[in-house]
Every structure is written in C-alpha cells, then in structure tokens.
C-alpha cells in the first residue's frame, strides 16, 4: 500500500513511465531468454549463427545506448520513448514471422537499438519529472522493473506450451500497447535550444574526467548484478540438484523489493549522501557471493544446500536496493540539465560492457573452478570486484569529486559541470 500511495503521489508521466517499465521487462523477458533455444532447436540453426543474431541484439543496444541519449536531449525524451518502443513492437513481431537469417538479423538489431532508444531516454523523463524526488523515483522504478523481470519469465514458460511464436506475438502486443499509451498519455516536454553539436555534447561528457572516474568505478555493480542470471543459478542448481531452484532467488529478490525498496531507499536518504550508500551497497553485494562459495565444493545435492545461494542472492538483491536509485540519482548531477540524457547514454555504455566483461571473466573462473582452480575461485572473484568498485568509489567520495545527488535540479550554464561536493563527516 506505501508503494501505491508514493505511485500516486507522482506527476501523471512518472506513473505512467514506472508502469511502462513494469511492461517493458515483462515482454522483454517473456521472449529473449528463450530466443536462443528458439534459434538452435525449433530453426536448427548453427551455434555460430545462434551467436551471431544474439550478440547483434547485443552489440546495437549497448554500443548506441549513446546516440540514444543524445537523442532525447536534442529531440526530446517522449518521442524517443515512443520510437524506440514501436521499433521493439516491429523487432519481436519480425522473431514471430520470419525464420530467414535476414529476417532475425533485422529482427535483432531492431530490438537492440529499441532498447538503446527507450532505456537513457525513459530515466531522463523520470529524472526531469521527478525533481529533488529522484532517488524515490528511481527506487520506485527498480520496484516496478524487478516485479517485471519476474513476470516475463513465467508468462513466457506459459506461453512456450503453445509455441515460440505465441510468445514473440504476445511480447510484441506488450510493447505495441506500451507505444500507444505514451503516444495518449505521455506529456511533451520543451526541449531548449542546444548550445553546441552533438560532436560537442559528446566531448564535454567525455571530458568530464569525474563522470569517467565514477562509471568506471560503478562496473563492480553490473558485473555483480549480472550473475543472478550465470553464477548463482548454476549454483543453486548445483547445490539442490534441482533445475528450477534458480526461480527461486527470483522471486524472493522480487518479494524483498516490493516489500522493502521503498522505505529502505527512504530511510538511507534521510541519513546520508548518495554516495555513502552506493558504496555500502556495493560492498553488500560483493559479500552476497560468500555464502554460495561455503557450498560450492558440495559432493552431493540437498536442498538444504540451496539456503546459502538464496542468502547470497538476497544479498546481491539488497545491495542493488541500496545503491541502484542513488547511482540513477546521481549521474545527472555530473552535468548540464539539458545534457541527461547524454551521461545516462554514455553511462550505460561503459556499464554494458562491464556486464558483458564480468560475465565473460566469470565465465571463464567458473570454467577452470575444480580442474586447474580452486573451486571458490567465481565467487572470490565477484566478491574482489564487488569490494574493488566500492574502494574506488569511496577514493572518489574521500577525494571531494563527486557531486551532491540534488546538484541535477539546478540549472547550470552551458560548459561548466557541478562544484565538487565538500566533505562530510
């Protein structure tokens, strides 16, 4: 009930942009999990091929999450949430007819650059609407993103019982539905005249050698945030000797944040600066890999061995919950207002090619664990990364380089970036 009443105590495009991610994640995850068993044994394609159309998805989301960014600053963040939700419409629609390799190449890049359309253009509608509210904002959205990772996964299974082109269609009826309750609803914001070329909204960010230093010191976090979809299912399924004990962290993860995300992201406002808690909630999730290493090197299954992996995945979750709206917050304090979403854009870029890092580089350790390594090796990793990005960010709050999460709502000229913060004891 507190997390309906905050809802409705937002601007009408704050709601609408929370239910909006709700739908996103659901059609999202009811299809591209099961795209590649899709590709492989319904069309029989190669695993090269399989590849191919995957990391294409991939490659045209995370490498234009930029242009996507630039784009709702200059254009304006509504109609950029519109196209790049029609384009996911036309995108999953094209996985449901075609089964030609143009057709799923298309099919790919198109839902790949929806998402680098829609993602940095939706927080920068959140982030100008939401005022000195941002962090509740933000720990709103993650509420309503997590309920829908949940949701797509069991309507896809659903929905598989028929065939992959039931869940393609329903996942495009999703986004189509979502395209045309922005177009209804979704009020226009004016958008200034810019100062200077997209070239010179790019350099300034890319000069901002605070930002830098920030979103590099952030890769712990989705390398980390990664893993409740690599290491930790494996584990659980490992430990319990039951497949499906990875639907498990789920829900529970999604039940702790409907319950708590909210107030928990309430209570640390009201007593510290976002930086504090981006770096407590980093180090929460680097120590969320401890207890599944206790169980890593089990002879047998049993299902009590599941209860570390579920302890560990609460942690990870909670530490998402502390740190994920205050980083949201955060990042359009490093900028000029009319520059959002250029940093969110340039943000999710190095942060997608962390995930992508992270996920290979544990891959790899989870490879050798047993054979030529210990068998904890995957989870001391995680934990060195997690603890790693939370001392190099304490460095940069220790240093003075970071701003205050509420610097975003004041304008600023064209060319200056915010006053580092003072130190606080």
Not at 161 to 176: C, E, I, S, W, Y
Not at 245 to 250: D, E, V
Not at 407 to 417: K, Q, S, Y
Request: overall charge positive; proline content about 5%; aromatic content about 8%.
């Amino acid at each position: 009930m507190n997390t309906l009443a905050a809802v409705r105590g937002f601007p009408l495009a704050v709601r609408l942009l929370l239910v909006n991610q709700l739908g996103v994640n659901t059609g999202f995850y009811l299809l591209v999990p099961y795209l590649a068993t899709h590709l492989s044994d319904d069309l029989g394609l190669s695993a090269a091929v399989v590849g191919l159309v995957l990391g294409l998805r991939n490659l045209s989301q995370q490498g234009l999450f930029l242009i996507g960014g630039s784009a709702a600053d200059r254009l304006g963040a509504r109609g950029v949430i519109i196209a790049g939700c029609a384009l996911r419409t036309l995108g999953f629609a094209l996985f449901a007819l075609g089964d030609t390799l143009p057709l799923l190449l298309a099919a790919s890049i198109l839902s790949g650059l929806a998402g680098a359309l829609f993602n940095p253009a939706v927080r920068t509608y959140v982030a100008q609407e939401a005022g000195e509210r941002k962090a509740e904002a933000f720990a709103l959205f993650q509420v309503f993103a997590t309920t829908g990772a949940l949701l797509g996964p069991l309507l896809g299974t659903a929905l598989l019982l028929v065939d992959f082109r039931a869940a393609a269609v329903t996942a495009a009826a999703v986004f189509a539905v979502l395209t045309l309750a922005q177009v209804l609803v979704l009020p226009a914001r004016t958008v200034p005249a810019p100062d200077t070329g997209v070239l010179g909204d790019w350099r300034e960010a890319v000069r901002n050698r605070r930002f830098l230093a920030f979103s590099f010191a952030m890769i712990g976090m989705y390398g980390l945030e990664s893993q409740l979809y690599l290491l930790l299912p494996h584990a659980a399924a490992h430990a319990s000797g039951w497949d499906g004990a990875a639907g498990l962290l789920f829900l529970a993860g999604t039940v702790t944040s409907l319950l708590f995300q909210l107030r928990l992201t309430r209570a640390l406002k009201s007593c510290g600066d976002s930086a504090r808690w981006i770096t407590t909630g980093l180090c929460v999730m680097g120590l969320g890999f401890l207890p599944p290493a206790l169980v890593a090197g089990a002879d047998a299954p049993h299902p009590l061995r599941l209860l570390p992996v579920l302890a560990g995945a609460l942690l990870l979750h909670l530490g998402v919950m502390i740190a994920s709206p205050f980083v949201m917050e955060l990042i359009p304090a490093f900028g000029r207002e009319n520059l959002t979403g250029t940093y969110y854009g340039l943000y999710y870029m190095v942060s997608g090619v962390a995930a992508a890092a992270g996920s290979a580089a544990v891959g790899r350790a989870m490879d050798t664990a047993g054979s030529t390594g210990p068998i904890w090796q995957p989870y001391a990793f995680c934990l060195a990364l997690g603890l790693g990005s939370a001392a190099a960010l304490a460095r940069l709050r220790r240093r003075g380089a970071l701003p205050d999460g509420d610097a975003a709502a004041e304008p600023r000229p064209a060319g200056t970036v915010p006053r580092p913060r003072s130190e606080t004891t």
